[in-house]
C-alpha cells in the first residue's frame, strides 16, 4: 500500500506486505530529515534518518528515498507486520537547530 | 531505565496557574529539544538547549512559556498563566553531541489540560 502523505493520511495493508508512507517537505535547504514511528500514548521513535547528500538508505526491513530534485522523501517497510501500526511522521532539519515534522500518516496492518 | 524520562506524565490544572515540566535526557547527550503536540498533528519545536545554553527557540513560542537547563544536564519547561489552547503533549528529546544534528530520542511526554 501507499499513501501521499498530507493528502491521504491513513493507510491500511494486509500483514506481509510492502509499505510505502510519502512525506513532501518544504524547505529546500533542508539537509537531514529523519523518519519516527509513534505508537498511541508515547514520544515518537527514531526509525531511520538520511542526510542530503545521499538518496537511499537502508535499514532493517525498512529504506528511505530521498528525492530532493521534488523535495519528497518515502520510507518503505517490507513485509508490514502488525506491530508496524502507528502513526509515522517525517522530520527535516536544515541550517538551524529546528526539526519541522509533517502532520504524519497513519498505517493500520490488517491481520 | 537509561531513556529519556519526563515528569509528570499527566498535569491537570486551571486557567491561569503556572505550571512546570521536567525532562531528564540521556545522561551524555547535551543536546535537549522541547517540542509540544496537539492531536493529529506532528510535534511542534519549541526550544533547543546545548548543554545550558538555550540555542534557539521557536518565534511561535508565547513569553509565557520559559525553559531552563541549569546545569546542563535536566531541563524544565514553566508555563505561566495556562490558558485552554496549552492544552497539548509536552514532548522533551534529546540527542548526543556532533557536527550535526542526528537522531533525537523522545521522552514519554507530559499530557497538559487546562480546564
Known amino acids: 500500500g501507499e499513501s501521499v502523505g498530507l493528502h491521504l493520511p491513513t493507510l491500511s495493508v494486509q500483514e506481509g506486505d510492502n509499505s510505502i508512507i510519502n512525506c513532501a517537505y518544504s524547505?529546500?535547504?533542508?539537509?537531514?530529515f529523519i523518519w519516527y514511528k509513534q505508537e498511541s500514548g508515547k514520544g515518537p521513535q527514531f526509525i531511520i534518518d538520511?542526510?542530503?547528500?545521499?538518496d537511499k538508505r537502508q535499514g532493517q526491513r525498512v529504506t528511505v528515498l530521498l528525492n530532493k530534485t521534488v523535495k519528497h522523501l518515502s520510507l518503505q517497510i517490507a513485509a508490514t507486520q502488525p506491530g508496524d501500526s502507528a502513526v509515522y511522521f517525517c522530520?527535516?532539519?536544515?541550517?538551524?537547530?529546528?526539526?519541522?515534522f509533517g502532520t504524519g500518516t497513519s498505517l493500520t496492518v490488517i491481520p | 531505565d537509561t531513556g529519556v524520562s519526563q515528569d509528570p506524565r499527566h498535569k491537570i490544572t486551571k486557567r491561569g496557574q503556572n505550571v512546570t515540566f521536567r525532562c531528564d535526557p540521556i545522561?551524555?547527550?547535551?543536546?535537549l529539544y522541547w517540542y509540544r503536540q496537539t492531536l493529529g498533528q506532528g510535534p511542534e519545536f519549541l526550544t533547543y538547549?546545548?548543554?545550558?545554553?538555550?540555542?534557539?527557540k521557536s518565534r511561535l513560542l508565547s513569553d509565557r512559556f520559559s525553559a531552563e537547563r541549569p546545569k546542563g544536564s535536566f531541563s524544565t519547561l514553566e508555563i505561566q498563566r495556562t490558558e485552554q489552547g496549552d492544552s497539548a503533549m509536552y514532548l522533551c528529546?534529546?540527542?548526543?553531541?556532533?557536527?550535526?544534528?542526528?537522531?533525537?530520542?523522545f521522552g514519554p511526554g507530559t499530557r497538559l489540560t487546562v480546564l
Open positions: 538547549f546545548q548543554n545550558e545554553a538555550q540555542l534557539e
Open positions: 545522561s551524555e547527550h547535551n543536546r
Open positions: 538520511i542526510r542530503s547528500n545521499m
Open positions: 524547505n529546500s535547504a533542508s539537509d537531514y
Open positions: 528529546a534529546s540527542s548526543p553531541q556532533g557536527n550535526w544534528h542526528n537522531e533525537q530520542f
Open positions: 522530520a527535516e532539519n536544515s541550517l538551524g537547530n529546528q526539526f519541522y
